[in-house]
């Protein structure tokens, strides 16, 4: 629903809220800010800050990989590609498969610092 | 400072002048050269730089030249090495990163200067050391050290040292490893010079710099349900005087303070210091830009300092309830949260510092902009890390953004700010008025006009 509003009204805020927005920007422009995220991620969580954020943080570095999961998918697609990484590297969900190709090629580290030139 | 109103600054204002620059010029700035941490050793005869790519590169103050004072001396290369190396956790199926988060140098013991320098998960005492002499005349040993045929050998003789063009030598002497399951943001030297912090998301480690196997476990704000998580560990120190005494911050914008003499796990804090907060002020951003970044305690031990997104704070350990003194680093940015959250700069982790005399604080801010705050006059100064018009010796000139209506020549409008040129990392001379101020790859070293 909300995608579709985005759609017709790319730019526009609806009336009611374009007075809102004004009234608060001339108290908080924290608030008009707000308003403005509100307006675009709708489903953005009631918490503000909170755990999404901590978990997120917390769970760097991440990267699960299942190889039961990976060679079933493989199996499935014997004649095709193999299953590729997408567009999000870093998403940390059942539904994304690491693959071989996603782990970053182990760098060279002698390379001396620029800093050093 | 360069004086706002354009006139020469009273006799104690500092005019800051470029000294030098290191670094790469090129635009393309590959991830393994972008700067994480910068400090000076005690003295301020030694500067250090951490990156991302896991090496550490220690510039070393040229001595004075007493005839031409023009300057202080320049900072050169000293040493560099690769201090942490990329690794994979496969029991884990953990990434670790090799970029170096924190140095802290320890005072000077003997000959040799070390080091402690930290990623994610490990923590590494390095070894300094310069040779500058070397044995010769070995009776078993060729000079390429291989070995002679003994039955050659048909006279003794003492083997002398010879002077060798200095070499300086890196050695990790202490690996301290595996005692964090979260990220390490902070490492700090207790004034005992014996022990030392480790402090990850969620907890504080107490180390013995001679002992690798074993660590304190001090702070756990771990929750037993994970989903019960609320805050998390940002910044941690050790009081410069007291032994028994360090803070850390939290991601909801507190600082707690804690007495290791009061218990074995220091779970609750002696002190607790946060601003209250107007609840109608309160909005989705509230709490993000309340998180803490860095929190420095002053050379006195009197004070510390707090970093969060758009503001400086100063505390006076004997007051709670509020901060002594705040400092707006860039308060128009407050109307742009809605787009510095979505390209994740609101995130972004400022660290700051105080001068030596605890008279001025510093910290970074966006377009290769940095702010000082001179806590006694109460003014403070806009300046710019740049290639351009950067000669030795000439004085900086004050930049200044303008948050809205109409711009007036030299200003630069909020959005014209380049937000990828981010000054997160900034250190001070701890005697002089020498500041390093890293960009994304380049360290700049600003010093004050000697006449």
């Given at each position: 629903m909300s995608q579709k509003q985005e759609e017709e009204n790319p730019a526009e805020e609806t009336g009611e809220e374009k007075q809102d927005t004004q009234e608060k920007e001339g108290i908080l422009p924290e608030r008009a800010e707000e308003a403005k995220l509100k307006a675009k991620y709708p489903s953005l969580g009631q918490k503000p800050g909170g755990s999404d954020f901590l978990m997120k943080r917390l769970q760097k570095g991440q990267k699960y990989f299942d190889s039961g999961d990976y060679n079933m998918a493989k199996?499935?697609?014997?004649?095709?590609?193999?299953?590729s990484a997408g567009p999000d590297k870093n998403l940390v969900t059942g539904d994304h498969i690491p693959t071989p190709q996603d782990l970053p090629?182990?760098?060279s580290s002698l390379v001396t610092s620029k800093l050093a030139g | 400072w360069v004086g706002r109103g354009g006139g020469a600054g009273g006799g104690n204002d500092i005019q800051w002048c470029f000294s030098q620059v290191k670094g790469a010029v090129d635009d393309d700035v590959a991830e393994a050269d972008i700067i994480s941490t910068v400090e000076f050793n005690h003295s301020g005869e030694l500067l250090a730089t951490g990156d991302k790519g896991g090496r550490v590169v220690i510039f070393?103050?040229?001595?004075e030249n007493k005839i031409q004072s023009h300057s202080r001396g320049e900072y050169n290369v000293y040493s560099t090495f690769q201090s942490h190396e990329?690794?994979?956790?496969?029991?884990?199926?953990l990434e670790i990163e090799e970029k170096i988060n924190k140095i802290r140098w320890l005072p000077q013991k003997n000959a040799a200067q070390f080091l402690l320098s930290t990623n994610d998960k490990t923590i590494k005492l390095w070894k300094i050391s310069e040779r500058d002499k070397r044995p010769e005349g070995y009776n078993l040993k060729e000079e390429d050290g291989r070995y002679r045929d003994p039955t050659t050998v048909?006279?003794?003789r003492v083997p002398v040292f010879r002077p060798?063009?200095?070499?300086?030598?890196?050695?990790?002497?202490?690996?301290?490893?595996?005692?964090?399951?979260?990220?390490?943001?902070?490492?700090?030297?207790?004034?005992?010079?014996?022990?030392y912090l480790s402090a990850d998301d969620l907890r504080i480690n107490l180390w013995h710099l001679e002992i690798t196997d074993r660590s304190f476990n001090i702070v756990d704000i771990k929750p037993a349900n994970m989903e019960e998580l609320t805050e998390v560990?940002?910044?941690?120190?050790?009081?410069?005087n007291s032994c028994n005494t360090f803070v850390y911050s939290s991601s909801k914008g507190t600082i707690r303070l804690c007495d290791m003499r009061a218990s074995a796990l220091c779970d609750r804090h002696s002190k607790l210091f946060e601003e209250p907060e107007d609840p109608s002020n309160r909005s989705f951003f509230s709490e993000i830009i309340s998180s803490i970044s860095d929190v420095k305690f002053s050379h006195s031990g009197r004070y510390m300092m707090t970093r969060d997104y758009l503001s400086v704070k100063i505390w006076d350990l004997n007051m709670e309830n509020r901060p002594v003194e705040t400092y707006q680093v860039h308060e128009y940015l407050r109307s742009k949260l809605c787009s510095l959250y979505e390209n994740d700069c609101i995130f972004d982790k400022f660290e700051c510092c105080w001068n030596g005399s605890?008279?001025?604080?510093?910290?970074g801010s966006y377009n290769n902009f940095f702010r000082m705050f001179d806590r006694n006059t109460k003014r403070d100064i806009t300046l710019e890390a740049s290639r351009e018009n950067n000669k030795p010796r000439t004085v900086l000139k004050p930049r200044k953004v303008c948050a809205s209506g109409k711009r007036k020549k030299d200003e630069i409008s909020v959005d014209s700010l380049d937000f990828n040129k981010k000054i997160l990392h900034t250190a001070w001379h701890p005697k002089e008025n020498i500041i390093a101020v890293a960009t994304t790859n380049n360290l700049y070293i600003f010093q004050d006009k000697v006449n």
């Open positions: 199996a499935k697609m014997k004649n095709k590609q193999l299953p090629q182990r760098k | 070393q103050q040229e001595q990329p690794e994979f956790d496969y029991l884990k199926s048909t006279t003794l060798m063009d200095l070499m300086v030598e890196a050695s990790p002497r202490r690996i301290f490893a595996n005692a964090h399951t979260y990220h390490i943001n902070s490492i700090s030297i207790n004034s005992d010079y014996e022990t560990i940002t910044a941690a120190e050790f009081h410069p605890d008279s001025v604080v510093m910290t």
